[in-house]
């Protein structure tokens, strides 16, 4: 019965549309999750702590910010 649960907790997520501003987001769509622009790892809403406001795009983490910069550092 809790394999059932979980996965159809798993089934029924979303993935949210958000506006990254400088110390906050606002939910465009709802949703549980945003997709992170380098690693394409699922963010729960409640874990977003990363993102870029220019580029309107969420990190992972710490890891991601960094290999975001320093590939954007390349380009220019």
């Known amino acids: 019965m809790k394999k059932y649960i979980i996965y159809n907790l798993k089934m029924n997520r979303k993935k949210a549309k958000l506006f990254y501003k400088n110390n906050s987001f606002d939910i465009v769509e709802e949703g549980d999750y945003v997709i992170?622009?380098?690693?394409g790892k699922e963010i729960p809403l409640n874990q977003?702590?990363?993102?870029?406001?220019?580029?309107?795009e969420a990190y992972f983490s710490p890891i991601?910010?960094?290999e975001r910069l320093?590939?954007?550092?390349?380009?220019?």
Do not use: G, H
Request: aromatic fraction near 14%; charge should be positive.
């Open 64 to 66: 991601e910010v960094k």
């Open 48 to 56: 977003l702590n990363y993102w870029n406001v220019e580029l309107q």
């Open 36 to 39: 992170c622009a380098v690693s």
């Open 70 to 76: 320093n590939n954007f550092k390349k380009t220019i």
